[in-house]
């Protein structure tokens, strides 16, 4: 299984690579300037970005004459949870349940077919998954503790990994 990736930076970490490894899933990057090898991706980001802003508060509008009388600026209120919401609901009732132009067919009926031929393999639990998925960084232990975004963890357990490492 391949994940075709931009070269953004985000890509570029340690962490991510580990926890695509873990999955069994190989990083193939674009080629820098190259944008026609990534059209595919560009247009479902199109197509995501113009169908999910239709459903939030605060959209603003293609055409200053389709506005009228709404206020973007005081309408725009969502939280990211609710924002998830909306995502998880346009992908599951709206773009699976869609034919899609160039194939002719429902992107879930496309996945369900070829999930038959070759199926998906999933970790063994969620916590695998969470635990392939979950950042990867090195720290120093000191008499501290460990830093971590500005915040520092310490305790027994830790204090006595430091006895015995050093």
């Keep these: 299984l391949q994940l075709w990736l931009d070269n953004g930076s985000e890509f570029h970490s ?3 690579r580990a926890s695509l490894f873990d ?3 190989d990083i193939v990057f674009i080629p820098r300037r190259q944008p026609h090898m990534h059209g595919v991706v560009e247009r ?6 113009r169908s999910i802003s239709e459903l939030l508060p605060g959209k603003s509008f293609y055409r200053a004459s389709e506005r009228h009388d709404y206020d973007s600026v005081k309408e725009a209120c969502i939280t990211i949870r609710q924002f998830e919401e909306l995502l998880h609901q346009w992908i599951v009732e709206k773009y699976l349940q869609t034919v899609h132009s160039a194939t002719g067919e429902k992107p879930i009926d496309r996945w369900n077919r070829r999930a038959e031929i070759v199926p998906p393999l999933l970790p063994a639990s969620v916590e695998t998954l969470e635990f392939a998925l979950s950042e990867f960084t090195t720290r120093t232990l000191s008499h501290k503790g460990v830093e971590l975004h500005s915040i520092q963890y310490n305790g027994p357990e830790l204090q006595e990994m430091r006895k015995c490492h050093g």
């Design 14 to 16: 340690e962490s991510l």
């Design 23 to 25: 999955l069994g899933i």
């Design 44 to 49: 479902f980001q199109q197509t995501l970005n």
